[in-house]
């Protein structure tokens, strides 16, 4: 298992939320998440955390915040995306967001898991499309979502050596 990957739903055009929430409902995509998660740290921002609202469950809950007296119970609160890699050295970890904590993580991941939503949505904030030049499709489970009536597809994308 890769130590250190990043987890992120998009939607046709690399959308990922709008106004620090999700702009669309799967519950498919939540389960995904929570079975690929569980049992692992999580790393995430501050408004990332915020638009979850409390720490998920059976995770360590790692939130990169610049303010150093914000604190929540059950959450270890860090100044950097360094000090948190620095907490989970040698454990599989993932990065869960936002966009700047994805932009500063990718040069560091070994995969992306990716929830690939064939479904253009009303978004302010984007995810970059995997560049094939640095990342190989290793798996694809495609699906079909009758709340979103779209096509959907877990994808896995591994760092090319």
């Not at 929430?21 to 408004?47: C, N, Q, Y």
């Not at 992306?112 to 904030?125: A, P, Q, S």
Request: net charge negative; charged share 25%; with cysteine.
């Amino acid at each position: 298992m890769p130590l250190l990957s990043i987890v992120v739903a998009v939607d046709k055009a690399g959308g990922i939320g709008v106004d620090n929430k999700l702009p669309w409902h799967l519950p498919e995509d939540l389960a995904h998440f929570k079975r690929v998660t569980s049992g692992h740290a999580i790393i995430m921002g501050r408004k990332t955390f915020d638009s979850i609202g409390r720490p998920l469950p059976n995770r360590r809950n790692i939130v990169i915040t610049r303010n150093r007296d914000w604190s929540h119970e059950n959450v270890l609160a860090v100044g950097s995306l360094q000090e948190a890699l620095r907490e989970v050295i040698g454990s599989p970890s993932f990065i869960i967001g936002g966009a700047q904590i994805f932009a500063e993580s990718l040069p560091m991941v070994e995969q992306l898991i990716v929830t690939e939503i064939d479904k253009t949505f009303d978004c302010d904030t984007f995810f970059p499309r995997p560049d094939p030049a640095q990342w190989v499709e290793t798996a694809r489970e495609t699906y079909y979502s009758e709340a979103n009536a779209c096509d959907y597809a877990f994808v896995t994308y591994t760092r090319r050596l």
